[in-house]
T-cell receptor, first 113, second 112 residues
Framework: EAAVTQSPRNKVAVTGGKVTLSCNQTNNHNNMYWYRQDTGHGLRLIHYSYGAGSTEKGDIPDGYKASRPSQENFSLILELATPSQTSVYFC????????????FGPGTRLLVL | GDSVIQMQGQVTLSENDFLFINCTYSTTGYPTLFWYVQYSGEGPQLLLQVTTANNKGSSRGFEATYDKGTTSFHLQKTSVQEIDSAVYYCAMREGSGTYQRFGTGTKLQVVP
């Protein structure tokens, strides 16, 4: 049973449209993270959360919002999608702390036309 | 600020070759260092972690070592197999830091 799931797995959006990517975890971890993965850039952190109701900016938050309505769910929102946001997005959960192992979901492939 | 540099973008080896991937880091604190592996079509998963206390870690035939003097950490495996073909990411979390920083990844292709 996958502990971190993402939906949708694939998404095609139009420029200027709103996109919501969803993540659910059953690890009961406090921390959750959203990354994008691009060739030559690796994994870059967009937003993260310490728990329900909390969202924090990562290294590349511009153009993205995040929402953490519960311990289990963490969403990434693109209010006005642009072609530069075409990427693969990964959600992860972790316990936090110095030895924080992150558990990743399978990823969402987003294409913005 | 904290940073991680992973220079090798792609490595091609033959089966039973020796693997060595290097990362360098920059931080003012005491880091925990991680290696993640990502197989095709999947999310990354933890392979190894190394702290400044133990300097070394091993898992699934892979070994990670850390050199505080050169602020670098390495992933190595004596004899790679085709199933090891994947992308390998190094990552660092500074002791009091809020999240991990990842390198840019090394794509390993092992040919039979």
């Amino acid at each position: 049973e996958a502990a971190v799931t993402q939906s949708p797995r694939n998404k095609v959006a139009v420029t200027g449209g709103k996109v919501t990517l969803s993540c659910n975890q059953t690890n009961n971890h406090n921390n959750m993270y959203w990354y994008r993965q691009d060739t030559g850039h690796g994994l870059r952190l967009i937003h993260y959360s310490y728990g329900a109701g909390s969202t924090e900016k990562g290294d590349i938050p511009d153009g993205y919002k995040a929402s953490r309505p519960s311990q289990e769910n963490f969403s990434l929102i693109l209010e006005l999608a642009t072609p530069s946001q075409t990427s693969v997005y990964f959600c992860a959960s972790g316990e936090g702390g110095a030895l924080d192992t992150q558990y990743f979901g399978p990823g969402t492939r987003l294409l913005v036309l | 600020g904290d940073s991680v540099i992973q220079m090798q973008g792609q490595v091609t080896l033959s089966e039973n070759d020796f693997l060595f991937i290097n990362c360098t880091y920059s931080t003012t604190g005491y880091p925990t260092l991680f290696w993640y592996v990502q197989y095709s079509g999947e999310g990354p998963q933890l392979l190894l972690q190394v702290t400044t206390a133990n300097n070394k870690g091993s898992s699934r035939g892979f070994e990670a070592t850390y050199d505080k003097g050169t602020t670098s950490f390495h992933l190595q495996k004596t004899s790679v197999q085709e199933i090891d073909s994947a992308v390998y990411y190094c990552a660092m979390r500074e002791g009091s830091g809020t999240y991990q920083r990842f390198g840019t990844g090394t794509k390993l292709q092992v040919v039979p």
